[in-house]
């Protein structure tokens, strides 16, 4: 049964989050992956992965997680709350790291926070913009290149 075996594999998964064992959960969360990329449980997999890099620190291999997703305009209806869960997981991730480096002035926050804003602005807004946020995640995008030195790039 090809629905069956997914669903075992992500209940595992679970539990070996709830058992504080992030790497084998790791494990199982990529072997669901690859046993059914293009299904709804792939965006909720995503973003439990994401979940699990960015609480180890490993932003940048969340992002890439991100990036392997196949985004498109046609989201499954099915698969619309995961879709809306992961999309303000990306945003949320970017503004707490921008607040960071305003509170503790640490450049490392703000390259996170630049490069979460990039995936929201360049995965999830060009993809379709209901809500007409594309504005204030490009003034926030502007705002954090200046900070990294990137004027060229903030005035665009």
Do not use: C, W
Not at 42 to 55: E, G, P
Not at 72 to 84: C, M, R
Not at 108 to 133: C, I, M, T, W
Request: aromatic letters at 8%.
């Amino acid at each position: 049964d090809k629905s069956y075996y997914p669903k075992l594999l992500e209940r595992l998964g679970r539990e070996y989050e709830r058992n504080a064992r992030p790497d084998k959960a790791i494990q199982v969360y990529e072997a669901v992956l690859k046993t059914n990329p293009e299904s709804e449980s792939a965006i909720i997999i995503v973003n439990k992965l994401m979940d699990v890099d960015t609480r180890r620190g490993k932003f940048d291999r969340a992002l890439e997680r991100l990036k392997q997703l196949k985004l498109n305009e046609s989201v499954p209806s099915e698969a619309e709350v995961a879709y809306n869960n992961l999309k303000a997981f990306v945003r949320k991730n970017a503004t707490e790291n921008h607040e960071i480096y305003r509170r503790k002035n640490r450049r490392e926050y703000l390259q996170v926070a630049h490069d979460f804003y990039s995936a929201y602005l360049n995965l999830f807004l060009k993809v379709k913009d209901p809500r007409g946020e594309t504005n204030e995640i490009r003034m926030y995008l502007a705002d954090a290149k200046r900070d990294l030195g990137q004027s060229a790039g903030s005035a665009e």
